[in-house]
């Protein structure tokens, strides 16, 4: 006698266990981890909070690349920030990779929207590959994956010109650089 093709209810029921079958009861860690399930935000549950409450949601603090990058070079400049970024360079992690947590926090922070982070990548690479070199440091610039824009040959360039040439680059005459003058 051929198989019927259509008798899915005898197909089914060759595949199910007999309820006679004892199962294990499950293990603690089991039933943790089915609770944490039910701890999930609902989905669509972060388009119900009132906009603007997030700080990345409201207008940015700085809207300009100078004024950011003031904030960026004192912030940078710190003792320990410093000193935290040279061990990272020392490290051999890339320049790239030391980038996206500093802008992703800048943007999270409503300190700049995203427009601005991708327009100050460059400038602020250029500052902490400078810290690296000055420090006496292989800077590697990018690990290789994602471009994102940075060209190592031209920081590579900046900055071999700057071990020959000692005298200081004169800064072009903006207004932060004559409040910076003032207060010295």
Same mark, same amino acid.
């Given at each position: 006698? @051929?198989? +019927?093709?259509?008798?899915?209810?005898?197909?089914?029921?060759?595949?199910?266990?007999?309820?006679?079958?004892?199962?294990?009861?499950?293990?603690?860690?089991?039933?943790?981890? +089915?609770?944490?399930?039910?701890?999930?935000?609902?989905?669509?549950?972060?388009?119900?909070?009132?906009?603007?409450?997030?700080?990345?949601?409201?207008?940015?603090?700085?809207?300009?690349?100078?004024?950011?990058?003031?904030?960026?070079? +004192? @912030?940078?400049?710190?003792?320990? *920030?410093?000193?935290?970024?040279?061990?990272?360079?020392?490290?051999?992690?890339?320049?790239? *990779?030391?980038?996206?947590?500093?802008?992703?926090?800048?943007?999270?922070? $409503?300190?700049? +929207?995203? #427009?601005?982070?991708?327009?100050?990548?460059?400038?602020?690479?250029?500052?902490?590959?400078?810290? $690296?070199?000055?420090?006496?440091? =292989? %800077?590697? @610039?990018? #690990? $290789?994956?994602? #471009?994102?824009?940075?060209?190592?040959? %031209?920081?590579?360039?900046?900055?071999?010109?700057?071990?020959? #040439?000692?005298?200081?680059?004169?800064?072009?005459?903006?207004?932060? =650089?004559? %409040?910076?003058?003032?207060?010295?």
């Amino acid at each position: 006698m @051929a198989e +019927n093709p259509f008798d899915i209810l005898g197909s089914m029921e060759a595949e199910m266990p007999s309820m006679e079958e004892p199962t294990m009861p499950p293990t603690e860690m089991e039933q943790k981890n +089915n609770l944490k399930l039910f701890n999930a935000p609902i989905p669509g549950q972060s388009l119900t909070s009132e906009m603007g409450s997030a700080k990345y949601q409201q207008p940015p603090q700085y809207t300009k690349l100078t004024d950011f990058m003031d904030y960026m070079f +004192n @912030a940078l400049g710190r003792e320990s *920030v410093r000193r935290d970024l040279l061990r990272m360079l020392d490290a051999g992690v890339p320049l790239q *990779v030391l980038l996206e947590p500093i802008m992703m926090q800048a943007v999270s922070e $409503g300190k700049i +929207n995203l #427009d601005l982070a991708m327009l100050a990548i460059q400038p602020l690479a250029t500052m902490i590959y400078g810290m $690296g070199v000055e420090a006496g440091i =292989n %800077v590697v @610039a990018d #690990d $290789g994956k994602v #471009d994102i824009g940075l060209d190592p040959k %031209v920081l590579e360039k900046v900055f071999k010109k700057k071990r020959v #040439d000692t005298t200081p680059p004169k800064l072009p005459e903006t207004k932060s =650089n004559l %409040v910076a003058r003032r207060k010295m």
